[in-house]
């Protein structure tokens, strides 16, 4: 339950979401816009990921 709680997975799954509602209910967003957007929830989940793996050792 704890995934859910998750701030990575959130940053995900509306990642995901923008990406589907843009090409499936045509929002026209510019396909430069939907890259940035997933660029900067790569690079945040990507960066999290790494910190929350220093804190195991």
Do not use: H, Q
């Not at 843009?22 to 690079?43: C, D």
């Amino acid at each position: 339950m704890n995934k859910f709680k998750s701030r990575k997975f959130w940053m995900a799954v509306v990642t995901a979401l923008v990406v589907v509602c843009n090409e499936g209910l045509g929002l026209n967003l510019p396909e430069e816009a939907i890259m940035t957007v997933a660029a900067v929830a790569i690079g945040y989940i990507l960066g999290e990921s790494y910190v929350d793996g220093k804190k195991v050792f």
